[in-house]
């Protein structure tokens, strides 16, 4: 007969650990291709906490507002025509260094030239149409966050974070 132990892990270690948390939108051709559920899913197997999600379809002042950086440049107008042009899925994202982790899932901007098993890697073809944006600084994040989250994010604790963190 042989014993079996289970040993109960601690979420203490995580008290001086700073979470972050990041902006991730599945952009109008990644909705009509039906990524969603592919999407959704990459980050939660990755060990990321979702904490706000809701699908919409962008106002002109509010992708303006989230391309505020772009507005000088050439591709601007045409950016902002494509995000509105249907609903988007806005998600937000909590974890260990979430912003980073979700860039490196998600892979370079251009899908023929993203590393295969990141999102775009595996499903995109082109630079414009490459299916998913995501916060690329906490700065970024917050403004994001905020813009598209204005009635705020979920607090749970969620009972896998003592299987996901050391």
């Known amino acids: 007969l042989r014993e079996h ?3 109960i892990a601690s979420n203490k270690h995580l008290e001086s650990t700073t979470m972050e948390r990041t902006y991730i939108m599945i952009k109008p051709d990644g909705v009509q291709r039906g990524l969603i559920a592919e999407i959704l899913g990459r980050f939660e197997r990755k060990g990321l906490k979702l904490v706000g999600l809701k699908s919409v379809v962008p106002s002109q002042e509010t992708a303006e507002a989230h391309y505020e950086v772009h507005n000088e440049r050439p591709f601007y107008p045409g950016l902002i025509k494509f995000v509105t042009s249907g609903p988007v899925v806005c998600m937000a994202w909590s974890g260990k260094d979430a912003i980073t982790v979700a860039r490196t899932l998600i892979g370079s901007t ?25 916060s690329d600084a906490a700065e970024t994040a917050a403004f994001e966050l905020g813009l598209w989250f204005p009635e705020g994010l979920m607090e749970w604790d969620q009972t896998i974070t003592a299987w996901v963190y050391e």
């Open 5 to 7: 132990y289970c040993i």
């Open 110 to 134: 251009n899908g023929r030239e993203a590393s295969p098993g990141t999102i775009r890697g595996d499903f995109g073809m082109d630079m414009g149409f490459n299916m998913i944006h995501g």
